[in-house]
């Protein structure tokens, strides 16, 4: 993923702000370390253009995960 291409997709929808999700094929909904640096970036990035990430889901299976609900963002 490249923050500048989640920016430029949510420029061109006019976005306020945003919801993430990505899928964790291994089975295992539980936010990685690089999961949360990545998250951190894109927040970053979509700040400088006023757009606000709402929560970041991490799916495995029928398990989801919320980065806001664990206070990660």
Same mark, same amino acid.
């Given at each position: 993923?490249?923050p500048?291409?989640?920016?430029?997709?949510?420029?061109?929808?006019?976005?306020?702000?945003?919801? !993430?999700? #990505?899928?964790h094929?291994? /089975?295992?909904?539980?936010? &990685?370390? %690089?999961?949360?640096? +990545?998250?951190r970036?894109?927040?970053?990035?979509?700040?400088?253009?006023?757009?606000?990430? !709402?929560? #970041?889901?991490?799916?495995? /299976?029928n398990?989801a995960? &919320?980065? %806001?609900?664990?206070? +990660?963002?």
């Open positions: 993923v490249y500048r291409e989640v920016v430029k997709r949510a420029l061109a929808r006019n976005a306020a702000s945003i919801i !993430l999700a #990505h899928n094929p291994s /089975g295992v909904a539980e936010p &990685s370390i %690089a999961d949360e640096a +990545l998250t970036a894109l927040a970053q990035a979509l700040a400088l253009v006023d757009v606000k990430v !709402l929560d #970041h889901f991490v799916i495995a /299976g398990t995960t &919320s980065f %806001a609900e664990r206070g +990660l963002l």
